[in-house]
């Protein structure tokens, strides 16, 4: 890794400028050879004994233009297929863009709302300032990099007011726009994309539609498409479900189900309660633990926050609970109308703390709330059921409320409301009897409700050990174990009225359109990846499956385990209409797991506009694409379909997938894991069922990257685009940054521009280096290499070519930039300080080839510069991995102990030659 020093701007602002005036000439020169375009060769031809290399990246959306985090993630294919270049490989790099789903939509619509809200070109409030407006409410989702309007968000990427005007409201500019846009940005890099392959999605490009439409008839026939209502994650104010990649926010957040316990109020009513005399009016709690509830000593309720009381779907009950939750229970069949709630009473807590409840299972006949100030409003129902026997949280809140009299005073609680409470023995778990949570609280000695971080460490214990090791001890299912009676209590008490399942998210999502998401229950349709022979399939691809990293891999087990049904249908948005029911659009994650294979055959299939208006080479019409013809590009044991396409057009499309398929290498960051990437198994398993040979290969995760040790961000000024970065680093640099910026699938690596400086220097020094050696050739030394220090040199560089191809093949590339550059190039500087001789000229140039060639995925246009600048009549993208000689480790460590031993005796000759200098050393060690 470069080490940092301070680099003149000046100085290096014109070596930058060196830099890109040789990328400017490189790119130029690849696109008008064609070097990156690669087309499939017919079985049997001599190309056809090469290995082929398909990696693909997923198409990013066409909301905006891409940034570092882009760059970084894709950088790990484009370096991929550099090394397989050269290690002889016929590789293909397809690039997409995707425009299907809300992105878009809410961005065009955030747009027109704030032009109608604050005219053109828009004056905004200043931040603070109160406003009524109804699309205000879209100002607090609408932040991209922490900015408030999406007017400001495209004034960032350089638009005019004029310019940004034309996006509002409509899709269709942003598809005219973005695309090109994007592949200018991703040329600007050096990508080795084949260009000819690129298209936009939605049914915009009839091509694309017609693929996923065949596709989903696919899944279908296959039975893993279904109908019915299912709980998910869904916008209100779009009014459909809002999957993990519609969402501005909480793109992992899922739907947490909970038992809702309907604990009675007992009449008569006093205080605000009087006006729902007559009703049955229900506290309702939310509980992961069901089969806890025989265990109930008392409710809590936060006597500070509000609750509402409102209407059920059930005639004269009523429920109470927070705001939050009566709005995610109207969206469950929980009122009258869905989406409504009827409010009939505000309440705070405090009017509601000391009444007394009947509570289902339990053996007491009435139990009272109790105040506890550590409720959650925005978490379950802000009514928690409290079962002190299993749950240390309650054990120690109701021991605290027990032993302050004081407390108990100021909320009105008395003493038979809380004193004749003991815990309930229910459950009997080994090592900790029949009061688990009483027991922990004493071995770990917590004193208070306070104690949070013990606490914790008290439910991990007992959760986990009374679910799996524990025995109920009461009730009809006495002597079985609780995780085999949980859902048979759960059901019990609903089937009696006493209890309804409760859906929320897990946490915070946020639409694209800037709603606040809650689970909703609703029609739709649906991909069965709970199905558990599905899910085996993909265990099965997972075995066999590269990840690169075991905490990849453990994240897809995980995933694997819990994954339920997913919906794949939506109301609104760009995209494809579910061909057997056009009232829904397909999702946007799930028409995009299997499009790699349109890869293989876009280019044939359209050409010029990425919508595929312009047809393409085959003469093929978007209508001909039937699904039966999809079935013979795609399956190698279908019979040949009744159609009007030539024999060899259709045939030359089979070819085209039969040759690149399957995948070799998908790339992404590390949270499409548990979405996008796991779904990408599950569709290549149930498409391909018969042809596992077309399973995906291997899967790349990386971590999110930080911009200078530090989150980028917008507001803070903390943000780089890709174009941007380019332009102030050029393109050699920053892949060289990209590649120095850590590999690790765990954490988060870093772009620091610091080190970048350095590493641009380190570039432009073995440019003119290399320069000076083809300069001064003919003076250099010839003859014999056996000197010490040429066969020291000489395993040096054998050793990084044998070290750098194992890091390139494990994908670990800042380990290939240290081995094949940082430490190939402090090797040849020791060879040039310690050869006495001087430099031998067949060494010296054959350094120069090996480090070009290693340089060559990470800093393709230098490499490509150097290989023209040694007078290589071919193009470095297609030259071969270096040939590696032996390499002699013995004496390798004979050099390093002679440089140890060297660098010892200069320090001790330094210190002799300076004594006073020595005793002020160890002094001001002292």
Known sequence: MSVGRKVDRRSAAAKINKLKDIE??????????????????????????????????????????????????????????????????????????????????????????????????????????????????????AKTGGLTYQWEIMQTLGLEDEEIRKFAGSHDYWLQYFPPLTKSDLQSLGLKVDWRRTFVTSDVNQFYDSFVRWHFWTLKDGGKVKFGKKFTIFSPK???????????????????????????????????????????????????????????????????????????????????????????????????????????????????????????????????????????????????????????????????????????????????????????????????????????????????QNDKDLLTEAKELTYKKGFYEGTIIVGEYAGQKVEDVKKLLQKKMIDEGEARIYMEPDGKAISRSADECVVALCDQWYLDYGDESWKNLAREALKDLNTYSDETRRN???????????????????????????????????????????????????????????????????????????????????PYPETDIPAEKLNKLRQEFQYWYPV????????????????????????????????????????????????????????????????????????????????????????????????????????KWTKEMLSCKDSLRTGSTSCFDDRVFESCINKAIEETDENYKGMMFREALKTGFYELQAARDRYRENCLLGMHKDLVFRFVEVQTLLLTPICPHLAEHLWELMGKSESVMNASWPVTGSVDYPLLKSADYLAACAHEFRVRIKAMMNPEGKKERRCASL
Request: net charge neutral; glycine share 8%.
């Open 238 to 448: 779009d009014g459909q479900p809002c999957m993990a990649h519609e969402r501005e926010s909480g793109e992992d957040v899922a739907p947490q189900e909970y038992t809702g316990i309907k604990m009675k109020i007992c009449e008569p009513f006093g205080g605000k309660l009087s006006a729902l005399s007559g009703k049955n009016v229900f506290l309702v709690a939310a509980t992961l633990r069901p089969e806890t509830m025989y265990g109930q000593t008392n409710c809590w309720v936060h006597p500070e926050i509000k609750y509402i009381a409102f209407e059920s779907n059930i005639k004269d009950e009523v429920y109470i609970s927070t705001r939050r939750a009566a709005r995610n229970m109207s969206f469950q069949e929980f009122t009258p109308e869905q989406g409504v709630v009827n409010e009939l009473l505000e309440l705070s807590g405090q009017d509601i703390v000391g009444i007394p409840l009947n509570a289902p299972l339990t053996a007491h006949s009435v139990v009272y709330t109790l105040p506890m100030l550590t409720i959650k409003e925005d978490q379950g129902t802000g009514i928690v059921t409290s079962v002190p026997s299993d749950s240390p949280d309650d054990y120690a809140a109701l021991r605290d409320v027990k032993n302050k009299k004081a407390f108990r005073e100021k909320y009105g609680i008395t003493d038979e409301m809380i004193l004749p409470y003991e815990p309930i023995p229910i459950i009997r778990v080994p090592g900790y009897g029949d009061l688990c949570a009483a027991k922990a609280c004493d071995d770990l000695k917590i004193k208070s």
């Open 556 to 638: 897809f087990e995980a995933t694997l385990d819990k994954m339920q049904e997913h919906a794949c249908s939506r109301s609104h948005g760009l995209g494809t209409r579910l061909p057997w029911d056009k009232q829904y659009l397909i999702g946007n994650l799930s028409d995009s797991t299997i499009y790699n294979a349109y890869y293989t055959v876009a280019h044939l299939l359209q050409q010029g506009p990425f919508d595929g208006s312009a047809g393409g080479p085959l003469g093929i019409r978007a209508e001909q694409m039937t699904p039966k013809v999809w079935d013979y590009v795609f399956f190698k044991d279908v």
């Open 24 to 141: 400017a000439q490189m790119q130029k020169r690849w696109t008008e050879s064609k070097v990156f375009e690669t087309d499939s060769v017919p079985p049997g031809s001599p190309e056809a004994k090469k290995e082929k290399f398909f990696v693909t990246f997923p198409y990013p959306d066409m909301n905006g233009r891409l940034h570092l985090g882009h760059a970084f993630t894709i950088s790990k294919a484009e370096f991929a297929v550099g090394y397989h270049r050269l290690k002889g490989k016929r590789c293909l790099f397809p690039f997409g863009f995707h425009c299907t789903g809300m992105p878009i939509k809410a961005c065009a619509d955030k747009l027109k709302y704030e032009m109608n809200d604050y005219g053109f070109p828009p004056k905004f409030p200043e931040e603070g300032k109160k406003n009524e407006s109804k699309h205000m409410k879209s100002k607090v989702a």
């Open 664 to 767: 070799d290498l998908r790339v992404s960051g590390k949270e499409l894991v548990p979405n996008h990437l796991t779904y990408f198994i599950y569709n290549h398993c149930t498409v391909w069922s018969k042809e596992k040979d077309k399973w995906p290969q291997s899967i790349r995760a990386n971590g999110f990257m930080l911009l200078n040790s530090k989150k980028m961000a917008k507001s803070t000024g903390n943000f780089l685009t890709l174009k941007a970065a380019v332009d102030k680093f050029s393109a050699d640099g920053v892949r060289l940054a990209l590649a120095d910026a850590g590999d690790t699938a765990e954490g988060d690596v870093n772009f620091v521009e610091e080190e970048l400086d350095c590493g641009i220097l380190r570039l432009f020094t073995f440019l």
